[in-house]
């Protein structure tokens, strides 16, 4: 690119990054483009939609957030800075952990999920797309049921022609499983569900109920050190919402259960900066254990389909009244009102009835639908959690208050889609010299591992993680010091 190209594009993302910014000062309160650094490069991605932009912009919001809790600590509000290549790798984190002795503990298992052919695009009956995802594999085993085939890509392609792509969506929605037929944008727009979710803010806050101001209980180093996290997530937007926190020195504490799968590789990249304990809550023992937990903590993040926390006794109003002043965080895939809050969902079918995988396609050239080559919604839904969390925090700092963060994978879609489109993109890879200035290394139980570290910093405000991963399970239900 010519120096006056790289200027042009730079300009532009520039002004997507204030365009971002103020899209999110409804949430912030502030001007959040106030003193910020901003590198804007080539992307990496190849892919039309502004994904650096919106997740440089989605960290940098919570960073405003903590750099005027550190100036109400005693410090200067200095200036935040974001390199937006940085951030947009963020989007692929898992995929940069790099394990300098990989035979030990994780092994060869890091390599992703085991293979199926109940996953992907097919086309159905009326030659409509629809996408199936396997997830773990109680969900694998349930698709194939559903389908009535063994797991083979010709039998399941058959099995898909028998029925329509709506047909194949209720029937799969009724089952509990994973799956959706492909929209474009305009058709999601004018669904219900796609109506519905317009109404609503990219991260919406509710004040659930009275409390006593709780200033932060940090330092202008590290403002969040003292705040207690409970994070009760899976996967990838639920643990970065907590990691985020982690990184501006929570005491995160990830609650999981022994019997629930999970995927190694993302534990070990949400995993940084937090302790890991099992509760079962299906025994009393373990209920008790999360009610305790809850009493003591500022921040109660959980990913769970809608009813299975209530189930549990640890619903919104359920959390609030054992513990007034708390922040109850909610993450799903297509928001929290009407018939699709308690489907479950997934990064790949929040780009599938958004209408970004058929632009995805469209801009590549492919015959069909295609997922951007990123976690978009997934990591920058963890941002936004996390920037809603922070807000809400200072809130109850300043007049206090219990409050409900609720964001969502397809509304974070949404909003990456309501940003705009670059003109004919051209992606330019990462680097090896860029990787090793945005990574970092720690010791962890799977040997040295170096892995990327935050994207955002912060003048006079340490940014990064007090401990390395655990492995699940390996701590105790106790927050540290008690």
């Not at 999981?256 to 890991?276: N, W």
């Not at 680097?431 to 892995?451: F, N, Q």
């Amino acid at each position: 690119m010519s120096r006056s190209g790289g200027r042009k594009a730079s300009r532009t993302s520039r002004r997507v990054f204030g365009d971002a910014l103020a899209g999110l000062d409804d949430v912030t309160g502030r001007t959040t483009t106030h003193r910020i650094r901003f590198q804007a490069r080539a992307t990496s991605l190849d892919t039309p939609y502004l994904a650096a932009e919106a997740t440089a912009a989605a960290l940098c919001a919570g960073a405003d957030v903590i750099r005027a809790a550190a100036h109400r600590l005693g410090g200067d509000e200095g200036g935040l800075a974001v390199d937006a290549r940085h951030a947009e790798a963020s989007l692929l984190s898992f995929a940069f952990l790099r394990f300098q002795d990989p035979d030990r503990g994780l092994g060869a298992r890091i390599a992703g999920e085991d293979r199926t052919a109940a996953a992907g695009f097919y086309p159905a009956g009326d030659d409509r797309w629809v996408y199936l995802h396997s997830g773990f594999p109680h969900n694998t085993a349930g698709l194939l049921k559903l389908l009535g085939t063994r797991d083979d890509r010709q039998a399941v392609a058959r099995a898909l022609r028998r029925r329509s792509a709506a047909d194949w969506e209720s029937a799969i929605a009724d089952a509990g499983l994973c799956g959706a037929m492909v929209r474009s944008a305009d058709e999601w727009d004018a669904s219900i569900a796609g109506r519905q979710l317009a109404s609503r803010p990219v991260v919406e806050i509710v004040q659930m109920g009275d409390s006593p101001p709780e200033p932060f209980p940090g330092s202008v180093q590290r403002p969040l050190a003292g705040t207690r996290v409970l994070d009760l997530t899976r996967v990838l937007a639920g643990p970065t919402c907590a990691r985020t926190l982690a990184a501006y020195g929570a005491d995160a504490l990830r609650i999981g259960a022994e019997h629930l799968p999970s995927i190694p590789l993302f534990v070990v990249d949400t995993g940084l900066g937090k302790r890991a304990a099992s509760v079962d809550l299906s025994v009393p023992a373990g209920r008790t254990a999360l009610k305790r937990l809850v009493r003591q903590a500022d921040v109660f993040s959980q990913g769970y389909r809608t009813g299975a926390m209530e189930r549990h006794g640890f619903g919104v109003g359920d959390v609030i009244r054992q513990r007034p002043g708390i922040v109850y965080v909610s993450i799903n895939c297509y928001g929290h009102e009407g018939d699709w809050r308690s489907r479950p969902g997934w990064e790949q079918l929040a780009q599938t009835v958004t209408g970004m995988a058929v632009r995805q396609g469209r801009h590549l050239g492919t015959p069909g639908p295609t997922l951007l080559p990123a976690a978009v919604n997934d990591y920058i839904t963890g941002y936004l959690a996390a920037l809603g969390t922070l807000v809400a925090l200072e809130r109850r700092a300043r007049v206090g208050g219990s409050y409900w963060v609720r964001v969502s994978l397809a509304r974070t879609a949404m909003w990456v889609r309501s940003l705009g489109e670059r003109g004919r993109p051209t992606a330019k890879p990462l680097s090896a010299d860029e990787l090793t200035r945005y990574s970092t290394s720690t010791d962890s139980a799977w040997g040295p591992l170096t892995h990327l570290a935050p994207a955002v910093q912060i003048d006079n405000t340490r940014v990064g993680w007090d401990r390395p991963p655990s492995p699940l399970g390996s701590d105790r239900p106790r927050f540290t010091g008690t």
